[in-house]
Structures are given as structure tokens and as C-alpha cells.
């Protein structure tokens, strides 16, 4: 019985092991390729592993020629106007969505949804002719501007349901004893809800960093973004300069998902789109 037993474990083990090993496989390989890329000097069919190893592409990279800083710098400058943008128009509409009876509550959050809803190529195609015309095209401001109507549905909905998630007596008992309504929010309200509108921004953030569709249309040639590099360096076949860009790229994807995981609970996301 004991036998048998082991084996009946053996078996039930067996194909759990193999998906489980699929999918790390499917996962962490691109990433492990990846990574071998940026410390490649030489390599190519029919080598498995490298032939040389070496540094040469990180100096190429951040060379003042090679255009990464630059891309770096605009990348993050444009990531963190479009969260304050986002923020900027989300707080007021998560707050009034969340606590106001509005008629059209629903219509209203599907209509964020909207910039989603179509293909990218075509909406941005036009959106640069627009551009263009007032001279926003090739702008920082015009790629912020593309970045935020992605962002807003981030920043809208996760604000939303943050402010759902507090209880509405804790309002109240601050306005009985003589708070106004604006200390009510900057006391009580804005303090609960800064767990899910930080998690709102990491979103925004990431979202904004790795948006190269808007980027390519609007602002290239004359805003250099990371995206861009790595679309550049990729489609010529310079995987060692695309695989350290995507690199930047990964890496406060990472951290910052880990923040999320943090700060967003789970009542905060049981609420969104309520």
C-alpha cells in the first residue's frame, strides 16, 4: 500500500511539476535571454550561450552619443508630468464619483475607457495631424497629453474605488464636530485614500514609461524616448543596445509593481468599477 500510495503521489506531482516548469520556462526565459544580450560580445548561430562576454554595449549606450540619457531624462520627465496631470484631474472626479449620486455614474466611468477601445495606430495617426496644426507636435506638452488620456483610466478608476473603500460615517463624525468640507478631505479623506492613489500613480507611471505608439507619433524625431531607442536599436538589429533599453525599462516596472502589491488591499480593488 505504501508503494502504492508513492506512486499515486509520483503521478499527481508529475504533471503539476511540468506545468509549473512550462510556465517558469516561458516566463524567466526571455528574461534570461535578455539578460545574456547586455553582457554579449559575440554571439550567433549555432552557439547556445555566448561566445564573448563583456561591456562594451552598456559604454555605447550611455555614451553621450548613444542617446540613452537623453532618452532616459524625457522618458522620466514625461512619466511624471502625466502622473501629475492624471492625478491632478483624477482626485476631484474619483472623489465626486464616489460620493455623489450621479446619474450617469457608469457612462461616465466606461467613457475613460474609450482611449483603450480603439486601435492605437489610427487614433494617434490623427491625433499627430492635430498636433501638428497648433504646434504640439515634437512637444514634451503633446506627448504628455497623449500619455494622459491613457493614464486617466488608471488614475480615474483606481481613485474611485479608493475613495469608495472609506466609510462615509468617518466624514460625517469629522464634519459634527465642526470641520468644513475641504478639512474634512485634507484630514480625513486624503490621508485613507493616499494607499490607492499612490498605487493610482505607480500605474500612471509605468504606464506612461512604456508607451511607444503616442511617443512615435507625437513627439519623434524631436523627443527621444526609451521606447523609441529600443524600437530603434531592435528593428537594426542591435540586440545588445535593445536588451539594456529594455532592461531601463524592466527594472522600475519590478519595484514598482512590488509597491503596488503593498499599497493597493484588497478592498480597494473589490470596489473598482462599483
Do not use: C
Not at 534570461?32 to 548561430?45: C, D, I, P, R, S
Not at 552619443?65 to 491632478?88: D, E, F, W, Y
Amino acid at each position: 500500500m505504501a508503494g502504492l500510495r508513492l506512486n499515486l503521489s509520483v503521478l499527481w506531482w508529475l504533471p503539476r511539476g511540468l506545468i509549473f516548469g512550462l510556465m517558469a520556462f516561458f516566463i524567466f526565459g526571455p528574461l534570461f535571454n535578455m539578460a545574456l544580450w547586455t553582457v554579449t560580445e559575440k554571439w550567433y548561430f549555432p552557439h547556445a550561450l555566448p561566445l564573448e562576454y563583456g561591456f562594451s554595449a552598456w559604454a555605447r549606450v550611455f555614451a553621450p552619443r548613444g542617446g540613452a540619457l537623453q532618452s532616459l531624462g524625457n522618458s522620466l520627465t514625461v512619466a511624471v508630468l502625466t502622473v501629475i496631470v492624471s492625478l491632478a484631474f483624477a482626485i476631484p472626479a474619483g472623489y465626486a464619483l464616489a460620493r455623489l449620486k450621479l446619474p450617469l455614474r457608469s457612462l461616465i466611468l466606461l467613457a475613460f475607457l474609450i482611449p483603450q477601445a480603439f486601435p492605437n495606430l489610427t487614433v494617434y495617426v490623427n491625433v499627430a495631424r492635430l498636433f501638428y496644426e497648433i504646434h504640439l507636435n515634437g512637444t514634451i506638452a503633446g506627448v504628455v497629453l497623449v500619455h494622459v488620456s491613457h493614464g486617466l483610466v488608471y488614475a480615474v478608476w483606481i481613485a474611485t474605488a479608493a475613495f469608495s473603500a472609506i466609510d462615509v460615517e468617518l466624514e460625517q463624525a469629522a464634519r459634527s464636530l465642526g470641520a468644513g468640507a475641504m478639512r474634512t478631505f485634507r484630514d480625513i479623506t486624503l490621508p485613507l485614500a493616499a494607499p490607492g492613489l499612490m498605487a493610482s500613480a505607480i500605474f500612471v507611471f509605468l504606464e506612461s514609461l512604456d508607451e511607444f505608439t503616442g511617443s512615435y507619433f507625437v513627439g519623434a524625431p524631436d523627443v527621444n524616448m526609451l521606447p523609441l531607442l529600443l524600437y530603434t536599436a531592435g528593428s537594426g538589429g542591435n540586440y545588445q543596445v535593445a536588451s539594456i533599453t529594455a532592461l531601463l525599462l524592466l527594472v522600475p516596472s519590478l519595484i514598482f509593481m512590488l509597491i503596488v502589491e503593498r499599497f493597493l488591499k484588497a478592498d480597494v480593488l473589490s470596489r473598482v468599477g462599483r
